[in-house]
């Protein structure tokens, strides 16, 4: 072995023995870095993530041998991961939103601390994907994503009946406990993220859409044996095409991209928290979503114009590896593309616009059974809405149209208020006095916000304590909170409602009895009650005397004492700004 200091003989062998582990050049060692990332967490959302890691590292080292590529890779890096499964309904899934927070920290410091000058990123679940493209953004060399891919769903080994997470978050109230068992055991085989259009999945779609992910990527399964045959060394095609092309994130995440990511998302009924993440994802690009790729009435209008092209779960019946059956999320976009609905010109991983790579993939036509066609739609109106009104003045108050099931008469649904000041009284009453909840109620969640959970927990339980109640009984009951909500939350359920209860915002302000109108036609949620002026500065002001008396916080807020939540709460923006801390 080669003496490279003969000062220190015992330093060189390890810096050589070292660079001979990662099958490198110890004479590449001033050379630019190239670096895989994953997510990791202690769930079924994570299991494959460390062997497609494994694999994309040695694409990469076998691509930088072949080419005698003049860049030297280092060893893989992860970042931490919590499961929004295995938290909901917890004190626990005040951590979720956070942990997209810490996420972007851990890889932006990993990123610019190693003068990565070039990443692959393999992302599981919902949150951490998205402070992993924050990151990747902020340091803005070329990069690219690979989703691990969706868990298969799980079937009643009695019934032969498909079932997934929610349907086991729904039999969490069954009396049932051979039942209970049961699904739990079932209902969700083999590793991989949630398979419905749930978070996971709306943002693998937004995130591929937005140019970050080749298409072909979103869909397959996580067990599906290309993600570790193909896709690794197709990644690595992509990093050296951006390489070479010096194609940076930022040149691929434009206000065109992201309104395309947009559309994409709410015509496959996604999920109510890319709201949030689309908002985190153009700030990290530097991008104000709102003023410059489209304003609240944009999205609305957007979303009248645009029908649901997926029977998938939560509200229809398949689930993304059927999408991957029927030709993926190419079927999709081509469609919308070719509807007129997307701009096909805007960059993407793969070196071409995403016109040309819909074209080089050439996808088949909709089935009408999992995918449908612009022109025959699954359901004729857009997934989501917002709403302003004297309970959101901001607006950004957010309804899931594609998972309504009933309710709403001549666009409007008007309901009696039932407060609750956590999340964790609701459920006990629904568990302890089911009989007391009656059709037209409108439940209210409150201090769970970004600020007053704090961390914006999902109400994943409670929404499906109540959608099973409404299904026994016939009865629908709405919910409006300043928390947010699963993908997999179906009915009249309002999230995001603004200024929080923390702040002292409407939704504070609210009693027992209130009547609450949601309005899809002139996108309004609305207590009549508060509309009266006296009546609302009576009710502020108590509440602002309660809260000074008690230090400043008001006492149906929780108190906190852990340092990450302390940081949540001192410095969370609203949910228009993306929910998560600030860096000022």
Not at 11 to 21: K, N, S
Not at 453 to 481: D, H, N, Y
Request: hydrophobic share 40%; glycine share 10%.
């Amino acid at each position: 072995m080669r003496n490279l200091n003969s000062n220190n003989p015992g330093r060189d062998v390890q810096r050589v023995g070292t660079a001979v582990f990662l099958g490198e050049d110890v004479a590449k060692i001033h050379d630019p870095v190239w670096g895989v990332l994953g997510n990791l967490g202690d769930s079924q959302c994570y299991l494959g993530v460390q062997q497609k890691v494994a694999a994309v590292h040695t694409a990469l080292s076998q691509r930088i041998s072949k080419d005698k590529l003049p860049v030297r890779l280092i060893a893989p890096a992860f970042t931490l991961g919590v499961s929004d499964g295995q938290l909901n309904g917890t004190p626990e899934m005040r951590y979720s939103l956070i942990g997209r927070e810490l996420v972007n920290d851990v890889s932006a410091t990993h990123l610019a601390a190693n003068g990565v000058a070039g990443l692959i990123a393999v992302v599981a679940c919902d949150k951490p994907p998205v402070g992993t493209v924050a990151a990747l953004l902020e340091h803005n060399v070329p990069s690219v994503i690979l989703s691990d891919g969706s868990i298969r769903p799980g079937s009643d080994p009695d019934s032969g009946e498909r079932i997934d997470l929610v349907t086991a978050f729904q039999a969490a109230s069954d009396p049932d406990a051979e039942v209970r068992m049961k699904v739990a055991l079932n209902a969700c085989p083999g590793q991989g993220s949630c398979g419905g259009m749930f978070t996971y999945n709306t943002m693998q779609t937004f995130i591929a859409v937005l140019g970050l992910e080749p298409l072909h990527m979103v869909s397959p399964a996580s067990d599906d044996p290309r993600r570790i045959s193909e896709f690794p060394s197709q990644l690595a095609d992509c990093l050296v095409t951006m390489t070479a092309s010096n194609i940076r994130p930022r040149d691929i995440v434009t206000p065109a991209s992201l309104r395309n990511a947009l559309t994409v998302t709410a015509a496959m009924g996604g999920s109510t928290n890319v709201m949030l993440h689309s908002v985190e994802i153009a700030r990290a690009a530097g991008i104000d979503l709102w003023s410059e790729v489209l304003s609240q009435a944009e999205f609305n209008d957007l979303s009248r114009r645009l029908p649901v092209l997926v029977n998938m779960r939560p509200f229809g019946f398949y689930s993304m590896p059927d999408i991957e059956a029927k030709g993926g999320i190419p079927v999709i976009v081509k469609d919308l593309l070719d509807a007129g609905f997307l701009d096909g010109t805007p960059m993407t991983c793969t070196g071409e616009t995403l016109a040309d790579q819909i074209e080089r993939l050439a996808p088949p036509l909709p089935d009408h059974d999992v995918i449908y066609s612009v022109a025959r739609p699954f359901k004729e109106t857009g997934g989501l809405r917002l709403l302003a009104g004297n309970l959101a003045p901001d607006g950004g108050a957010i309804l899931k149209l594609a998972g309504v099931e009933g309710g709403i008469s001549d666009d409007v649904f008007i309901g009696r208020a039932r407060v609750f000041n956590s999340e964790r009284s609701l459920t006990q009453a629904l568990d302890q006095r089911p009989e007391e909840f009656q059709d037209g109620d409108m439940v209210v969640i409150r201090y769970e916000g970004p600020r007053g959970a704090p961390g914006m927990p999902e109400m994943l339980e409670p929404t499906s304590k109540i959608t099973t109640l409404c299904r026994q009984k016939g009865i629908t009951i709405g919910l409006m909170t300043d928390a947010r909500f699963s993908g997999g939350s179906v009915g009249i359920v309002v999230g995001h409602v603004a200024p929080e209860a923390f702040l002292g915002g409407p939704i504070a302000l609210v009693e027992d009895g209130d009547t609450i109108t949601v309005n899809i036609e002139t996108d309004r949620i609305d207590c009549l009650q508060l509309s009266d002026d006296a009546t609302f500065e009576k009710r502020a002001e108590k509440w602002q005397m309660t809260a000074e008396a008690n230090g400043g916080v008001h006492p149906d807020a929780r108190s906190i004492s852990h340092r990450v939540l302390r940081r949540m709460r001192a410095t969370a923006l609203p949910a228009l700004r993306g929910g998560g801390m600030t860096d000022s």
